[in-house]
């Protein structure tokens, strides 16, 4: 038989639902964008990792069981580069998709299990809002370390609170500055950087978070490297449970705030903080409204 006559029968493939959301967004294509991909109990890490890559996203997130008598959900976090243990927007950006699209009618609460263990997550009007594991708190830092590597001066440094690397499931290094525009300014030469953060960093997630409170506004951004490029964040959920337990800690034992990220790169994005501290502590609870922009069919 003539092999051009054959017909190449197609592949075994697999179809998954999913998802695209934008998390912490006031308004549509603002946020963090998040891709949610369920039934994907089936899939290898690699083909969860290589589907994150393609998507490229800063994470995208993989439902693997849902257990409704226990109202439980498995979900794995990915990065375009590796799995993450715990990430606040794929968490709540999640949570928002399975209650109001998978199971849109079973419970304004969800306990989302991922490798740090259960984060209880629910919904309260268009806020969802997750609570976080206590904070470990890790070395501090001077100023005088950021000098070589930012455009950063001392008069920038806001030194009323230290720098210190702090951990909820992943860590940053939290960097205190004096107002917005040292905010609005700061630059970084990568290489020099990257350099510091192998060296300081106790964790293998190495990323600095700047703030500033400035009239009582709270003001962020987070840089960090992905497969050897700096980039910068538009909402990151899981460095404002680090920053509130920090401002917790140094600032107010009490804190109900909205942190403004993401402007400096044209993806507005709102975290709300909802915090308390009682002798060692933390109650840390951070919010978001969630903005719904698509749905689909994956093949595999």
């Known amino acids: 038989m003539n092999p051009k006559l054959i017909r190449q029968l197609p592949s075994k493939t697999?179809?998954?639902?999913?998802?695209?959301?934008?998390?912490?967004?006031?308004?549509?294509?603002?946020?963090n964008q998040l891709a949610v991909f369920d039934n994907a109990q089936n899939l290898t890490t690699q083909q969860m990792q290589d589907i994150a890559l393609e998507i490229n996203f800063a994470e995208s997130t993989f439902i693997t069981k849902i257990d409704s008598e226990k109202n439980e959900v498995e979900?794995?976090?990915?990065?375009?580069?590796?799995?993450?243990?715990f990430a606040?927007?794929?968490?709540?950006?999640?949570?928002?998709v399975l209650m109001n699209c998978i199971r849109p009618t079973e419970s304004n609460t969800i306990n989302l299990m991922v490798p740090v263990?259960?984060?209880?997550?629910?919904?309260?009007q268009d806020l969802v809002w997750l609570q976080s594991a206590e904070p470990e708190f890790f070395n501090t830092f001077q100023p005088n370390d950021f000098l070589d590597f930012s455009t950063l001066k001392m008069v920038d440094f806001d030194t009323e609170f230290p720098i210190q690397e702090v951990s909820?499931?992943?860590?940053?290094?939290?960097?205190?500055?004096?107002n917005k525009e040292a905010l609005a300014n700061l630059e970084l030469n990568s290489v020099k950087m990257n350099e510091w953060l192998q060296l300081n960093c106790k964790t293998s997630f190495r990323a600095l978070y700047f703030f500033c409170l400035e009239e009582g506004n709270l003001y962020s951004r987070m840089l960090y490297f992905e497969n050897n490029q700096l980039k910068e964040d538009?909402?990151?959920?899981?460095?404002?449970?680090?920053?509130?337990?920090?401002?917790?800690?140094?600032?107010?034992?009490?804190?109900?705030?909205?942190?403004?990220?993401?402007?400096?790169?044209?993806?507005?994005?709102?975290?709300?903080?909802?915090g308390k501290k009682s002798q060692n502590n933390y109650e840390i609870k951070i919010g978001g409204k969630i903005q719904f922009i698509a749905k689909g069919e994956w093949e595999v």
Request: aromatic share 16%.
């Open 117 to 124: 263990g259960i984060i209880p997550v629910y919904q309260d």
């Open 168 to 178: 909820t499931g992943s860590a940053f290094v939290i960097v205190p500055l004096n």
């Open 14 to 31: 697999m179809k998954l639902p999913f998802y695209i959301v934008d998390v912490f967004a006031e308004k549509k294509y603002s946020g």
């Open 75 to 85: 979900v794995r976090i990915f990065t375009p580069e590796f799995e993450m243990q």
């Open 234 to 274: 538009a909402a990151t959920g899981s460095a404002s449970t680090c920053l509130q337990a920090f401002l917790l800690h140094y600032y107010s034992s009490d804190l109900e705030i909205i942190n403004h990220q993401g402007d400096y790169i044209g993806r507005p994005s709102r975290i709300y903080f909802n």
């Open 88 to 96: 606040g927007h794929p968490i709540i950006g999640t949570s928002w």
